[in-house]
Protein backbone atom coordinates (compact mmCIF):
# COMPACT_ATOMS: atom_id res chain seq x y z
CA UNK A 1 0.00 0.00 0.00
CA UNK A 2 1.36 3.89 -1.57
CA UNK A 3 1.99 5.86 1.86
CA UNK A 4 -0.49 8.91 1.92
CA UNK A 5 1.19 12.19 1.95
CA UNK A 6 -0.25 14.47 4.67
CA UNK A 7 -1.71 17.12 2.55
CA UNK A 8 -3.43 14.09 0.29
CA UNK A 9 -5.06 13.17 3.96
CA UNK A 10 -5.83 17.06 4.41
CA UNK A 11 -7.51 17.04 1.04
CA UNK A 12 -9.82 13.96 1.73
CA UNK A 13 -10.78 15.17 5.28
CA UNK A 14 -11.99 19.10 3.38
CA UNK A 15 -14.74 16.94 1.26
CA UNK A 16 -16.06 14.66 4.04
CA UNK A 17 -19.59 15.87 6.03
CA UNK A 18 -19.41 16.31 9.46
CA UNK A 19 -20.68 13.11 9.61
CA UNK A 20 -18.71 11.33 8.04
CA UNK A 21 -15.53 13.15 10.08
CA UNK A 22 -17.62 12.04 13.24
CA UNK A 23 -17.78 8.74 12.02
CA UNK A 24 -13.57 8.59 11.34
CA UNK A 25 -12.78 10.19 14.82
CA UNK A 26 -15.19 7.55 15.97
CA UNK A 27 -12.94 4.50 14.05
CA UNK A 28 -9.44 6.71 15.39
CA UNK A 29 -10.68 6.59 18.92
CA UNK A 30 -11.71 2.59 18.66
CA UNK A 31 -8.61 1.76 16.24
CA UNK A 32 -5.86 3.13 18.32
CA UNK A 33 -7.73 3.13 21.80
CA UNK A 34 -7.28 7.33 22.34
CA UNK A 35 -10.23 9.93 23.14
CA UNK A 36 -10.38 13.22 20.94
CA UNK A 37 -10.84 14.83 23.98
CA UNK A 38 -9.17 18.44 23.56
CA UNK A 39 -6.58 19.30 26.04
CA UNK A 40 -7.25 22.65 28.17
CA UNK A 41 -4.01 23.67 27.43
CA UNK A 42 -4.03 27.28 26.53
CA UNK A 43 -5.61 29.73 24.41
CA UNK A 44 -4.28 27.39 21.15
CA UNK A 45 -7.29 28.41 18.82
CA UNK A 46 -7.02 27.61 15.38
CA UNK A 47 -7.84 29.66 12.25
CA UNK A 48 -11.15 27.40 11.26
CA UNK A 49 -12.77 27.91 14.73
CA UNK A 50 -11.72 31.65 14.80
CA UNK A 51 -13.67 31.89 11.32
CA UNK A 52 -16.36 30.38 13.34
CA UNK A 53 -16.21 32.36 16.11
CA UNK A 54 -16.27 35.65 14.04
CA UNK A 55 -19.42 34.65 12.01
CA UNK A 56 -22.76 34.03 13.54
CA UNK A 57 -23.33 31.11 15.64
CA UNK A 58 -27.30 30.48 14.32
CA UNK A 59 -28.61 31.33 10.81
CA UNK A 60 -31.59 30.70 9.06
CA UNK A 61 -32.11 28.74 5.46
CA UNK A 62 -34.15 30.28 3.13
CA UNK A 63 -35.48 28.32 -0.20
CA UNK A 64 -35.80 31.14 -2.65
CA UNK A 65 -36.83 29.04 -5.38
CA UNK A 66 -37.53 25.00 -6.54
CA UNK A 67 -35.89 25.57 -9.96
CA UNK A 68 -36.38 23.49 -13.09
CA UNK A 69 -37.20 20.19 -10.91
CA UNK A 70 -40.05 20.37 -7.81
CA UNK A 71 -40.29 16.97 -6.78
CA UNK A 72 -36.51 16.08 -5.47
CA UNK A 73 -36.82 19.73 -3.68
CA UNK A 74 -39.61 18.58 -1.94
CA UNK A 75 -37.90 15.04 -1.40
CA UNK A 76 -34.84 17.09 0.37
CA UNK A 77 -37.02 19.58 1.79
CA UNK A 78 -38.94 16.56 3.69
CA UNK A 79 -36.04 14.86 4.30
CA UNK A 80 -34.38 18.36 6.14
CA UNK A 81 -37.90 18.83 7.61
CA UNK A 82 -39.43 15.54 9.08
CA UNK A 83 -42.16 16.78 7.58
CA UNK A 84 -44.46 14.75 5.60
CA UNK A 85 -45.10 14.84 1.98
CA UNK A 86 -48.06 17.36 1.48
CA UNK A 87 -46.34 19.88 4.27
CA UNK A 88 -43.06 19.53 2.56
CA UNK A 89 -44.84 20.31 -0.54
CA UNK A 90 -46.94 22.98 0.22
CA UNK A 91 -43.24 24.93 2.02
CA UNK A 92 -41.86 24.07 -1.45
CA UNK A 93 -44.87 26.00 -3.06
CA UNK A 94 -44.43 28.73 -1.01
CA UNK A 95 -41.13 29.25 -2.08
CA UNK A 96 -39.58 32.10 -1.07
CA UNK A 97 -39.57 30.31 2.34
CA UNK A 98 -37.90 29.88 5.62
CA UNK A 99 -36.55 25.60 5.62
CA UNK A 100 -35.08 25.73 9.14
CA UNK A 101 -34.30 28.59 11.57
CA UNK A 102 -31.38 28.95 13.88
CA UNK A 103 -29.36 26.16 12.89
CA UNK A 104 -25.83 26.40 12.94
CA UNK A 105 -23.79 27.50 10.04
CA UNK A 106 -22.24 23.96 9.38
CA UNK A 107 -25.54 22.31 9.37
CA UNK A 108 -26.74 25.67 7.22
CA UNK A 109 -24.29 24.63 4.58
CA UNK A 110 -24.95 20.64 4.68
CA UNK A 111 -28.37 21.18 3.66
CA UNK A 112 -28.19 24.15 1.43
CA UNK A 113 -25.57 21.29 -0.43
CA UNK A 114 -28.50 18.90 -0.86
CA UNK A 115 -31.15 21.20 -2.16
CA UNK A 116 -29.03 22.62 -4.74
CA UNK A 117 -28.39 18.77 -5.18
CA UNK A 118 -32.04 18.67 -5.98
CA UNK A 119 -32.15 22.05 -8.22
CA UNK A 120 -33.12 24.39 -5.65
CA UNK A 121 -32.29 27.80 -5.53
CA UNK A 122 -31.45 28.79 -1.61
CA UNK A 123 -29.86 31.05 1.04
CA UNK A 124 -28.37 31.30 4.22
CA UNK A 125 -29.24 34.18 6.38
Known sequence: MAKLEIKDIIASLK????????E?????EEEFGVT???AVAGPAVHEEE???????????????SFGQTKVPVIKAVQAITGLGLMDAKKLVDSAPATIKEK???V???EHKKALVAAGA???IK
Do not use: H, Q, R
Open 15 to 22: EMTVVELN
Open 24 to 28: LVKAV
Open 36 to 38: AAV
Open 50 to 64: EAVAKGPSEVNLILT
Open 103 to 105: ISP
Open 107 to 109: EAE
Open 121 to 123: EVE
